[in-house]
């Protein structure tokens, strides 16, 4: 399970807004997570234009995920301005983008090895388009490979998303899982993105069972 911040949070929005920090230019950060990146030490600052840490900071609460970094809002600011805005503006469960930033604190990780990140696009990334077999199946790989607790993080990171799937899409894939440095713990990062239609219609699965 991911430790909690262990470093005074005070000031740092602050000094976010005084450019304090060198942004790290990592593609696949802005690619992947429409995130901005800056360095502090063992720590980052991410500067995110969505609410997809959002939704995951709410599965965490509800489905008791332990897979997780350890990361925490530090406040949210204006879109075009560096007003500091009251963090009540976040508003789930609606077809609205923000015009907000979100700023966060999260431990500092590295990206998977290219075979891990191709098992995770390949296997993951089309499991809510899968038959309750061929998820289950799935499932079975991912436990055998990476572990029990990582399976069930997925399995109900996923029926987190069909429960919420007017909102949000499964986004799940090999870049945004990575790695501590220090101990190769896998971690899950931003498994959704906004969902800006409304038709889908998916069933919730059935709950997941771990293999005799």
Not at 18 to 43: P, R, S
Not at 64 to 83: C, M, R, W, Y
Not at 124 to 149: M, P, Q, S
């Amino acid at each position: 399970m991911a430790s909690p911040i262990t470093i005074p949070t005070e000031g740092l929005l602050e000094r976010f807004l005084a450019n304090d920090f060198e942004q790290i230019f990592c593609e696949k950060c802005m690619n992947t997570f429409l995130t901005n990146v800056y360095d502090h030490g063992d720590y980052v600052i991410l500067e995110k234009f969505s609410l997809g840490l959002e939704y995951y900071r709410d599965a965490i609460k509800h489905k008791h995920i332990q897979s997780t970094p350890a990361f925490t809002l530090l406040g949210v600011l204006d879109g075009f301005k560096n007003e500091v805005l009251n963090p009540d503006i976040i508003q789930l469960r609606t077809h609205e983008e923000p015009d907000y930033r979100l700023i966060y604190i999260m431990e500092k990780l590295t990206h998977l090895s290219e075979a891990d990140e191709q098992f995770f696009t390949n296997r993951v990334h089309g499991l809510n388009w899968l038959d309750e077999a061929k998820r289950h199946l799935t499932l079975e790989w991912i436990e055998e490979k990476y572990g029990l607790v990582l399976a069930q993080d997925i399995r109900q990171l996923c029926r987190y998303f069909r429960e919420n799937q007017d909102y949000i899409e499964w986004d799940l894939h090999g870049d945004n899982l990575m790695r501590r440095p220090q101990t190769q713990e896998l971690v899950i990062l931003d498994p959704y993105t906004l969902n800006q239609t409304d038709d889908y219609d998916y069933r919730l699965e059935d709950d997941y069972q771990h293999p005799s």
